[in-house]
């Protein structure tokens, strides 16, 4: 038994009918040119033997009682394939926009929280002759690049596949009591006052190096983006229950290339081409805000305290869209990189969880009812205009169920306020890119999704030999 950290009990608080809080990735395999290998029933039979090396497909939530304390992950020793697994077909015409609605609408559900917080949906149906994996799985049980790891337990190096060791047969801890639990969150409690004064203590040593990084903020030329200092715009209002997602593909040897010749990072790229798709989008509709957009990026800072999660904070980074030029665009935003990493270093990489940590459950959840059920996000400023996220991915080829692994599209949850995730993974010598929206807020995805290529491919024409 495990009890969630508040970083990722939060992610339980915070979630609405609107405020969706799962991860979605979608894999393609070659199923047409398995020759014969892949079918549906050998992926649930490789999925069955597998699942004892997955933590996070067997756990299940025990709540606290009344709320006094964060909730405990305990292992479901008997996992019902046919509540998380199910298959379905892609509708009409069966291309990547098609698949991207069904993605959609799956993901708009929330996942029953009575069961281990996962699905996964094969899709047959596709025009390429290929089948589709879309997983779902709450944010609270696996982010990080801890996914990658969960894809290396279900994906094979062969099409033959490999041989799988057998669970053990330990004993299982017996689930909690009520009373236990209570006794537990009283013991809690009762800590919490030492916690937060070492929180302050170690606070303390940061306070003037953060308040200068403020200070610098606050003049004209602004050396770090705060949050809650990005425009309102086409991306950002109250969220509703309805998703899109959307795909793309550029070869990552194109994105070395450029990140080669102007001397800057991947990730600087990556970001250059999303303030140049979103520059295209916004001024087709004339709505190009008044100044740069904010991308809120996550970073990795390692294994978190629950198997399958990663402790995470993030980074703001402008991204310029009212600079014309391409190749400005991209020199900008490698400088404000550079400026974000300062910032988050100063305020201490997991200065965030260190804070909700001290509050107490009850508080954290009455208050995440409140501030989505009142609309609070209309009277302040958004904490960012979108998530941006760079995971790493595969190298080599991988099989699944004797199929190849075409192409693997992560997704990310929307955040309070922020109608447009993006995530792009390295995978097998190509940038793969997922992109799930709020269609209320951010139509015609799939127009973003198209110019980040082309993005890519203009700043590949104008890079010096």
Known sequence: MEQLPAMDASFLYIESPSMLQHVLGVMLFDAAGSEGRFSIERFRQGLRDRLHLMPAFSRRLVEV?????????????????????????????????????????????????????????LVEGLASGQVALIAKMHHATIYGSAGADMMAHLLDLTPDGREVEPASTEDV???????????????????????????????????????????????????????????????????????????????????????????????????????????????????????????????????????????????????????????????????????????????????????????????????????????????????????VSNMPGPPIALYCAGARVDAVFPLGPLLPGAGLNITVLSNMGSLDVGMLCCPDLVPDVWEIADAFPAAIATLLDRAPT
């Open 65 to 121: 009682p009344l709320h006094l304390d964060h909730p405990y992950w305990v292992h479901d020793e008997e996992v019902d394939l046919d509540e998380h697994l199910h298959t379905t077909t892609c509708p009409a015409p069966g291309d990547l926009e098609a698949l991207g609605r069904l993605v959609g609408e799956i993901g708009s559900q929330q996942l029953p929280r009575d069961r281990p917080l996962w699905e996964l949906w």
């Open 173 to 387: 801890e017996a689930h909690p009591s009520s009373l236990g639990l209570l006794a537990r969150a009283g013991l809690n409690t009762a800590r919490r006052p030492a916690l937060a004064a070492q929180t302050v203590v170690s606070g303390a040593r940061r306070v003037g190096q953060l308040g200068g990084l403020v200070v610098r903020s606050m003049t004209s030329k602004a050396p770090v983006t705060l949050p809650f200092s990005a425009p309102r715009s086409l991306l950002n209002g109250p969220l509703t229950p309805a998703r899109q997602a959307a795909f793309t593909t550029v070869e990552f040897a194109d994105i070395k290339r450029v990140k080669d010749a102007y001397g800057t990072k991947v990730n600087d790229v990556v970001l250059a081409a999303v303030a140049d798709a979103l520059r295209a989008y916004l001024l087709k509709r004339d709505a190009l805000p008044s100044k740069a957009l904010v991308a809120s990026c996550p970073m990795n800072l390692g294994a978190g305290a629950v198997e399958g999660t990663n402790k995470l904070t993030a980074m703001m980074v402008p991204l310029p869209v009212l600079t014309a030029d391409p190749v400005e665009r991209l020199r900008e935003v490698a400088a404000a990189t550079q400026n974000a990493k300062g910032f988050t270093d100063a305020l201490g990489p997991e200065a965030v969880g260190e804070i909700a940590e001290l509050m107490p459950a009850l508080i954290i959840k009455t208050g995440s009812r409140l501030y989505d059920g009142l609309g609070l996000s209309r009277l302040h400023p958004p904490l960012q205009s979108l998530v």
